[in-house]
């Protein structure tokens, strides 16, 4: 193609490639050019659409311009495509298919790519991503047969077009087709070290496994086995809703008993569980395998032969052989058999088998769920389930408790599931959170609006004054600098907040398993010896993070110097001035086991640590216990405190744009819940104390008088012995 | 549920509607005060408020799921669990709240009263 090599174009295949990209990337979105910048990426396939995905990420618009009539066209059908087409483009990113790009030209110090039908595409960046080429110069040069379409040709034996010489993998051209996934590479290796040893084994197209998974934000795409439907007599059943954003479809056998393969798109988290049925006979009717609220595939509906991970060909007997051998965790499972150590797909499966097997899973939440609070995560993560009824349907028992619906009601809240009292969401709520107060003593709340800092203006502190007078509140200086009001009753909260919420102030979620506060000295504004504006920087993260829900409160504090005033060392996270920027600390703890934070990164600039504390507070909220303390996350980490350097600062497991994506969109999504609260009758209705008469106020509850202030008074309901 | 039988007094609390799966909300009938929990099956439980352990009536605003298939409410001051069968504490066997008899007509929720 003329102009491929121009400088702005890019191959998307190895490390340095990706580096090279968002380089260019950066620069472009850097440019002081008008206009959005954009980028154009060659071939709607797996890896073209996460190139998109992450171009977008990246700040650019990006055009996917596909030759087949449809995306990822290998892998899906037209159905299942044009569900697709649309979830991807609902991700900010334009399709075109059915064109192919014929040029890429210069103009005006930009690319512009030219259609086959005529359409010409402005584009700071184009990136190739149109099928792999198989590296097959050493068996050109050798004088190999090659595939047609490249490629060293084998046959069924791997073997190559001279006896001494075997191949596998991508380079491999198995009967002229060559496959750019591991499974098939694994298979033909197989083969090559059978027959090195003397064995006949073959292997021929219809056994590579090409089932494949996309996973990115909002798209959802699966397909297995023979997902065409090009054996003889094959039939597929399909299940399209487009309303629900959906397709499913299932091939099967002439004599429909036998399970071929299938399609899943907007939601395959069946894949595992229906992969692995591929070739066995159907547990039940193909509709009801893929229709919403059909049958839910269990690991006892599989055959020993099945193959639970088809990455490794792992069967289900062999994990059965290992459990029964020992093998009491997922993490023995993967070990001894290799199972889930590639894509990662079946670990629920490898769960579902050790509870099936009886083994009693440690990190169960709760009779209702056999997962941790990190697996859960990860399952909503990676299902786009949002709702806790779809959630204990598909992955857990019963109705659920006090233990796992509020940990999924974090969750929820962490992927930005909207405001924590909407539709099913407000059921899940412990009652701090379902009235975003904190239930004191007698059944009456507590109040405590946001001061960021700790700063607060002489008009805040008399609006908070005069609330309290008015509505006969008890008020205490809290530890973290703010002030807390007592003696709320439920029916009053609505009306305290709306005086609250006029005067400028927001929740203060002290009700809530989420950022408490920021506190701060006073820094360099005031103090002699302030080193860095400590009361600045605290303001500037506590309205960063607020709203931040986690596994457990989170509490954070910024001292202007080594003097410490802030005692930030004691928190979650805690920074302290340094001559020329910032320390920060992690870990730290009062509570029962008090710990001091660990310094985590030095010097740093105020941009530097912000990122760095987006990312330790994200890979916190995904992967730590639920009612789990950073402190307690950081001593159980595999690794401890060097493995979060490594994760959050070095980058090591290449997560970190990730975590920092996540943190910036709560950024974005962050809306006061209290306002949210007052701007909508259906929630208010909830603020009453009784149905039947909501403005009669409890009669249990009843106030005297210490120092001054009202307080709790009980009225000697019977006593009970526990 | 023998909505017309001799014996309990019936009260009409607040239309079904009012009522919000998985959720309590607390009524004050003469001196009882009531919390009653719609569950997900759509049936209504009727318990007193008041949670023995701490003396507050707060029972109507605790967590409603199950346990071991027993739709249960669990205290949301100190998390005992009550079923909402029986009013019998599952943490606790000694101890329980009182359970009244519900009917619901003409799409109103009424409780019977002793």
Redesign the interface.
């Known amino acids: 193609m003329p102009g491929r090599d121009l400088p702005g174009c890019f191959v998307y295949r190895t490390l340095d490639d990706l580096d090279a990209i968002t380089a260019a990337a950066a620069r472009a979105v850097g440019s002081r050019a008008a206009g959005r910048r954009s980028a154009v990426v060659v071939g709607g396939g797996l890896l073209g659409l996460e190139a998109a995905r992450a171009l977008r990420a990246l700040g650019l618009s990006p055009q996917v311009v596909e030759i087949a009539p449809r995306l990822m066209p290998v892998q899906v059908d037209d159905g299942g495509g044009a569900l697709l087409r649309r979830l991807v483009e609902a991700q900010g990113v334009a399709v075109r298919c059915g064109v192919s790009v014929t040029a890429i030209g210069e103009q005006r110090g930009r690319l512009v790519g030219r259609l086959s039908d005529g359409v010409e595409l402005d584009a700071d960046l184009v990136v190739f991503s149109a099928g792999i080429r198989p590296a097959d110069a050493l068996a050109r040069a050798a004088g190999l047969p090659l595939g047609e379409r490249g490629g060293v040709l084998v046959d069924a034996r791997c073997r190559t077009g001279d006896e001494h010489v075997w191949a596998v993998g991508e380079c491999a051209a198995l009967e002229g087709r060559t496959y750019g996934l591991v499974a098939p590479g694994y298979a033909m290796a197989e083969v090559v070290a059978d027959r090195l040893l003397g064995g006949d084994a073959v292997t021929t197209p219809a056994d590579l496994d090409t089932s494949t998974r996309l996973k990115m934000l909002g798209v959802d795409v699966a397909s297995f086995g023979d997902a065409h439907a090009t054996a003889p007599g094959a039939l597929e059943v399909v299940v399209d809703d487009p309303v629900a954003g959906t397709y499913a479809k299932v091939v099967v056998g002439h004599d429909a008993r036998t399970l071929l393969g299938g399609v899943l798109v907007g939601d395959a988290s069946r894949y595992a569980s229906l992969r692995a049925l591929v070739g066995a006979a159907l547990p039940a009717d193909p509709v009801a395998l893929i229709a919403p609220g059909g049958v839910e595939l269990g690991t006892e509906a599989l055959p020993d032969t099945a193959q639970v991970c088809t990455c490794n060909a792992v069967t289900k007997g062999a994990l059965c052989a290992a459990i029964r051998a020992g093998a009491h965790d997922v993490a023995a499972l993967k070990a001894g058999t290799r199972a889930g150590t590639s894509c990662g797909s079946c670990v629920p499966l490898l769960r579902t088998l050790l509870a099936g097997a009886g083994v009693e899973v440690p990190t169960a939440l709760c009779e209702h769920f056999g997962f941790s609070r990190a697996e859960l995560f990860e399952i909503l993560a990676g299902s786009g389930i949002r709702t806790f009824s779809e959630l204990v349907q598909r992955h857990g028992t019963g109705r659920g408790c006090e233990v796992c619906k509020p940990a999924v009601a974090s969750i929820l809240a962490s992927l930005g599931a909207g405001h924590v009292l909407a539709g099913e969401q407000a059921a899940l709520q412990d009652t701090n959170d379902h009235f975003l107060a904190n239930l004191q003593r007698g059944g009456t709340y507590s109040v405590v609006p946001r001061i960021p800092g700790g700063e607060v203006t002489p008009a805040g502190l008399i609006t908070i004054g005069e609330v309290a007078r008015d509505f006969g509140l008890y008020t205490k200086i809290t530890g973290g600098q703010r002030i807390d009001l007592f003696g709320a009753r439920v029916e009053q909260l609505p009306a305290i907040w709306r005086r609250l919420v006029d005067a400028g102030f927001e929740s203060g979620h002290a009700y809530g398993k989420a950022l408490r506060t920021v506190k701060s000295c006073v820094g360099t504004t005031w103090c002699r010896y302030g080193q860095q504006d400590s009361v600045g920087l605290a303001v500037e993260l506590e309205l960063r993070y607020r709203g931040l829900r986690a596994p457990h409160k989170i509490k954070a504090a910024v001292s202007g110097c080594a003097r410490e005033c802030a005692e930030a060392r004691s928190k979650d996270f805690g920074i302290i001035a340094t001559e020329s920027g910032w320390n920060l600390y992690v870990g730290g703890n009062g509570g029962f086991t008090p710990r001091h934070a660990d310094l985590l990164v030095s010097d740093v600039d105020t941009a530097t640590l912000i990122r760095i504390v987006d990312r330790f507070l994200v890979f916190y909220i995904r992967t730590a216990d639920r009612l789990q303390r950073t402190a307690r996350w950081i001593e159980a980490m595999d690794g401890g405190l060097d493995h979060l350097r490594a994760v959050v600062v070095d980058d090591d497991l290449g997560i970190c744009a990730d975590l920092e994506a996540a943190m910036d969109s709560h950024v974005e999504g962050y809306a006061d819940e209290w306002r949210g609260v007052l701007d909508d009758p259906e929630k208010l209705a909830r603020f009453v104390s009784f149905v039947n008469a909501p403005d009669a106020p409890d009669p249990t509850i009843s106030f005297g008088t210490e120092r001054g202030q009202p307080v709790p008074v009980s009225l000697g309901l019977p006593e009970v012995a526990r | 549920m023998t909505a017309f039988a001799a014996g309990p007094r019936w009260e009409a ?2 239309r079904y509607a ?1 009522l ?4 309590g ?5 003469g001196e009882h ?1 009531v919390a ?1 929990f719609r ?2 099956d759509g049936r209504v439980h009727a318990l007193g408020n ?1 949670d ?7 029972l109507s ?9 027993v ?2 409410v ?1 205290s ?2 100190y ?1 005992q ?1 009550f079923s909402l069968v029986d009013g019998r504490c599952l943490d ?1 066997p ?2 329980g709240v009182p359970v009244y008899p519900v009917a619901i007509v003409m799409g109103w929720v009424r409780v019977g009263l002793p």
Do not use: M, N, W, Y
């Open positions: 609390v607040c009012r919000q799966p998985e959720r909300v607390a009524a004050l009938l005060q009653l569950t997900f008041i023995p352990f701490s003396g507050s009536a707060v605003r605790g967590i409603v799921g199950d346990r071991a298939g739709p249960t669990a949301p001051v998390k669990v606790d000694a101890v």
